[in-house]
């Protein structure tokens, strides 16, 4: 005994507004605007900013972990 394979039931509602629902692509395009040399070499300049901010500047342990350092240490 198979089962058979029952219809979708669509609603009154989703055939009435069907038409105002447009097709969106599936996968989106961007392309990246080609930049000049100045605008490149402002680009790396901050990226090189913004890489040694990060590398110079992680959060501090908090208090209750560096208290429990010095502690282990003794």
């Known amino acids: 005994m198979g089962k058979r394979k029952k219809e979708k039931k669509i609603s009154a509602k989703a055939l009435r507004y069907a038409k ?5 692509p599936a996968t989106v395009d961007i392309a ?5 040399e100045e605008q490149n070499k402002q680009k790396q300049a901050d990226q090189d900013r913004i890489d040694r901010f990060l590398k110079q500047n992680r959060n501090p342990p908090t ?12």
């Open 63 to 74: 208090k209750e972990i560096s208290e429990r350092r010095m502690r282990s240490k003794r």
């Open 32 to 36: 990246m605007p080609d930049l000049n």
């Open 20 to 24: 105002f629902q447009k097709d969106k």
